[in-house]
């Protein structure tokens, strides 16, 4: 038989490089097949040896769901610690060396801030009674717990429950600090998660000592005075040091709500919580009976103060606006002369009060913030909340809430700059942007409609219109911006219909600029900083913003003409007065959680607000109806007694309609007892009372000046 050739059997049997590799991962993945069944195997029998039944599965499985949930809680809790702990990288521990003193429009004074109100005694030199009625009262186990007092917490709910009332409070004393420090006192269950991780931090950073040191050093004590050692110079005229056990009670019992049992204010109150201060003594074991009832038998008396109230809210404001110009000043002890008018702050106070007294529990509403500007930009009274001594957030300056329709102003007012009138036409028809369909409040549609009534019937169709086919979002958001809004403005589509977050003062501030006709830059709430001395470091005229103009006289004339018309046939009937003409707009957020008044005359600009903290809804409550009497309310009182001007653009001469008259009486009727029954004095026109500042700077400069009387007998009012 013939041998084959050696190169045809090669030929022959040359496997191909493919074949190769398919059967490299055929035996790869069979073996790995192989590896992993026997794993599991391997784990299987491993783990049998865990396995348990009866009542000690239970056990395990109910542990397991523990770790589970658990490990779910700490990412969780993680995320939302994050936030709070991002409130310790300010510089908390330093106190800034200034110590102003307020001076009203007319030259009284009003209040102070800074170092002034800082006087802290060290926590050693305290009396031991000092010590022990603030801890029996606000916190008896605060050296036993780390910063939250579950055992305390839980005492607390239990009284509270007994009582059907808020009795008790939980908070600890390191809760209460981490609140003072980073956080406001508005009511939200975000504030209360960073209360509580905050108050671990700073357990974990400071000592005992150190926090009580600040809590006692920083805490409000009414009458604008902050910490113990301030309130004892306040209340008492005398050191903290050298305080009684009966005053150091009085003392203790400010820190629960200092506005109520301030004794300047209310002696039999502050008596009253005072002996609840000596019962905590005893019931804590801190004194005996025999000890305390010396200072029961001999209550606290205090130096008398007089009812005079401090504008808190507008102060402290105001004292954060100072130290921004004065940081380059020379000295930072300063005298400070406001724009605050105190007769149409009182008016602005006593009307929200009034209104939420009136009608809080029918509309469920709690709380109301005002910001009153005269129209040339002058800041004339700030109103925060219901109480400073309970809560210190200022509702005005920095609560951002919901605008609703009293944002749409600033979206016709980028119309008009865009050449539309009041009696341009568009579609009150339904519109669609996308995927979002906005309904008119009435569930309504019309069809050509002007912009006048569009404004003044508050159509939401028509504003979105007009940013979806005329304008876009940019230009109104840069419009608002442009008029001193401060707050973030979305430029998303929604917030035609007044969806983003605004402060009272950012709507005081952008709707002052269609009372000034188009110029912005005027806001200020101070005319002068000044030194101990007397010497005038800072002045408005010349060191301040320069006004500027930011929306066209026509534009702004046309805004008006359509304003003015919503207080006389449109939602804002209740804010209508009856000396002058008013121009302004209701706005009101979905779910009525909050309702809006802004409007202006030619003399004044105000801005009304009423929600509640924890962003609860009201029950129906509207722009048009406690905004707008609440600032009819005090603007009957703030246009007594002064010269009337007329609104830019419009006749001054008070419209005649049927309807008009038939509105006001109806204002006039939900509010017969409006403030027109306290006369506002007679006060200087701002020529008059430049002329006269001048002439007493005259005097001072010039005290070689012989005068017919001496001049501590002269009067100039």
Known sequence: MEEPRPGKERKRFKVSPLLGLDAWIDSTLYELRFRLVEFWEDTTIFFRRFHVTGWRRVIIELLGEGFTWGTAGSVVMLT????????????????????????????????????????????????????????ATEDRRFFDH???????????????????????????????????????????????????????????????????????????MGGGTFGIAAAS???????????????????????KAPAKYAPHVNLPAARARANVV??????????????VVGARRNPATVVDRGRSESPDYFLDWTFDEVRKVAQKLPTHTLVVRTTIDMGIQKAAEESAEYHLRQY????????????????????????????????????????????GSSFKPYVYAAAMEKGMTPKTLVSGGAVSWGNWSPQNYSRQYLGKIDLTTALVKSINTVPVRLAKDYLTTAPIVALAKAMGVESPIS????????????????????????????????RHPFTQILSQNGDVLWDWKKDGEKPHRVLSETANNNMNIMLAQVPEWGTGRRAALSMTRVAGKTGTTQSYRDAWFVGFTGNYT????????????????????????????????????????????????????????EAKQKAADDDADALTAIERPRVLSGATATAVREIGQALKAAPQLKLPVPPEKVSVL
Do not use: C
Request: proline share 3%.
């Open 80 to 135: 939302l610690a994050i936030p709070a702990f991002h409130e310790t990288e300010k510089n908390w521990r330093t106190r800034d060396d200034f110590a102003v003193t307020f001076l009203d429009r007319y030259g009284n004074e009003i209040g102070q801030r800074g170092i002034l109100h800082r006087s802290a005694v060290p926590i050693d030199e305290l009396p031991d009674h000092v010590i022990k009625a603030v801890l």
């Open 146 to 220: 780390f910063g939250i007092d579950f055992l305390g917490l839980s005492r607390a709910m239990t009284e509270n429950l007994r009582a059907n009332s808020v009795v008790q409070g939980g908070s600890t004393i390191t809760q209460q600090l981490a609140k003072n420090l980073f956080l406001t006192n508005e009511r939200s269950l975000d504030r209360k998660i960073k209360e509580a991780f905050l108050a671990l931090w700073l357990e974990s950073n400071l000592t005992k000592k150190e926090i009580l040191q600040t809590y006692l050093d920083r805490a409000y």
């Open 233 to 255: 110079q306040f209340y008492f005229g005398k050191s903290i040091k050298d305080v009684n056990l009966a005053e150091a009670a009085m003392l203790a019992g400010l820190f």
């Open 278 to 291: 000596l019962t905590n003594l005893v019931q804590g074991g801190l004194m005996t009976e025999g000890q």
């Open 360 to 403: 809080g529990k029918e509309y469920n509403v709690t709380q109301a913030a005002i910001v009153v500007l005269e129209n040339n930009g002058a800041v004339r009274a700030i109103v925060g909340g219901r109480d400073y001594g309970e809560s210190q957030f200022n509702r005005a300056t920095a609560a951002q809430r919901q605008a």
């Open 491 to 522: 430029s998303h589509k929604t917030m035609v219909l007044g969806t983003s977050g605004m402060t009272v003062l950012d709507q005081a501030t952008g709707y002052n600029v269609f009372a000034t006709g188009g110029i912005a830059g005027m």
């Open 606 to 661: 105000a801005a009304v607000w009423f929600g509640n903290d924890n962003f609860t809804p009201t029950k129906e409550l509207t722009g048009g109806i406690l905004p707008a009497m609440t600032w009819q309310r005090f603007m009957n009182y703030a246009h007594q007694n002064i010269e009337l001007k007329a609104i830019p653009g419009i006749d001054p001469t008070m419209p005649k309609q049927e309807k008009v008259a």
